[in-house]
Nanobody, 118 residues
Framework: QVQLQESGPDLVKPSQTLSLTCTVS??????????WSWIRQPPGKGLEWIGY???????YYSPSLKSRTSISRDTSKNQFTLQLTSVTPEDTAVYYC??????????WGQGTQVTVSS
């Protein structure tokens, strides 16, 4: 059974870079046909897809966040990482990593709260 766990700072200052890591166990992030996503939920709002990195290593980003987003991976550690630059308080959210298969997110991490504040 696949498990995902987010890690990273819970407080980031405005204009800085938010960096989160998702550690995956029970499956390899290079397994064919799986995509590894970052998703967030701001307070009082719905889920927002940020982007994913495919099993091939190719990243894809939401158009609205593309200019500030980078998703990479470390296959030796079975981890993938989100970097979001120039954050503002509007980036405050619970951030989730998830596995996507056949257009469905079938496994999720528990989520981590990130607050952007000075």
């Amino acid at each position: 059974q696949v498990q995902l766990q987010e890690s990273g700072p819970d407080l980031v200052k405005p204009s800085q870079t938010l960096s989160l890591t998702c550690t995956v166990s029970g499956d390899s992030i290079t397994t064919n046909d799986y995509w590894w996503s970052w998703i967030r939920q701001p307070p009082g709002k719905g889920l927002e897809w940020i982007g994913y990195i495919a099993y091939s290593g190719s990243p894809y980003y939401s158009p609205s966040l593309k200019s500030r987003t980078s998703i990479s991976r470390d296959t030796s550690k079975n981890q993938f990482t989100l970097q979001l630059t120039s954050v503002t308080p509007e980036d405050t959210a619970v951030y989730y990593c998830a596995r996507e298969y056949l257009n469905s997110h079938d496994s999720w991490g528990q989520g981590t709260q990130v607050t952007v504040s000075s």
